[in-house]
């Protein structure tokens, strides 16, 4: 049986090279050993990659994102993601010190992966949505509607890692990438989802319900 690091891939490696300098770094002096030694233990607490136990209930979309609510609004989407209509979105906000592993909010297909260069402001600023660099994902749900989540870069977030390929089969909660030093995802839900989250709550990726989603298909 597989034993599973609960560190990002990227996390172990850069440890592992922290961990050489610091080993190098101790010959020559301690207090220089024990630097890269905190270091080390740092970099494994940032890319930390716990196990999660998604909620069993169906038909409802969970967070992708460890963090804190920080909007939860109606209206249109951006232009560039070309969702027509109106879409309830709610943003959720990852600090330095939250898990940075992203898990997608719905099962289904993945229908499309769409990345979009841009700047990278202050993420809690609202127009973060529309000119930061961000990649959204198109999940289509088995009774064919859609919910799109957008990882977006922020002041010192500045990579956005994907770990999914369009056509790819995802179960609810399942890890689909991770963003660097803090960020921003933004979930869009169709508007008859009914949300189950307020402004400044606390969610847990794979585990907390966004929202409650019990409608056929239309």
Request: aromatic fraction near 6%.
């Amino acid at each position: 049986m597989k034993v599973r690091l609960p560190f990002d891939k990227d996390g172990c490696k850069i440890a592992a090279v922290v961990a050489v300098l610091a080993i190098v770094l101790g010959n020559i002096s301690t207090n220089m050993g024990w630097l890269g030694f905190l270091l080390t233990v740092g970099c494994l607490l940032f890319f930390r990659d716990p196990e999660r136990v998604h909620p069993t209930r169906e038909h409802i979309a969970i967070s992708p994102a460890d963090g804190i609510v920080l909007k939860i609004t109606e209206g249109e989407a951006p232009a560039e993601l070309e969702l027509k209509g109106t879409w309830k979105k709610v943003s959720i906000f990852m600090s330095l010190i939250n898990v940075h592993v992203n898990r997608t909010p719905v099962p289904g297909i993945v229908e499309k992966i769409l990345y979009i260069p841009g700047r990278f402001f202050n993420v809690t600023l609202d127009k973060a949505s529309e000119f930061n660099e961000r990649q959204a994902t198109y999940i289509k749900m088995p009774d064919g509607r859609k919910v799109v989540f957008v990882q977006i870069a922020g002041l010192i977030a500045r990579r956005i890692r994907s770990d999914i390929t369009e056509g790819q089969q995802l179960e609810i909660g399942e890890r689909v990438g991770i963003i660097r030093f803090g960020s921003r995802v933004d979930v869009y839900l169709p508007t008859s989802a009914n949300i189950l989250v307020e402004e400044g709550q606390v969610t847990v990726a794979g585990e907390t319900i966004l929202a409650d989603l019990h409608r056929k298909a239309e």
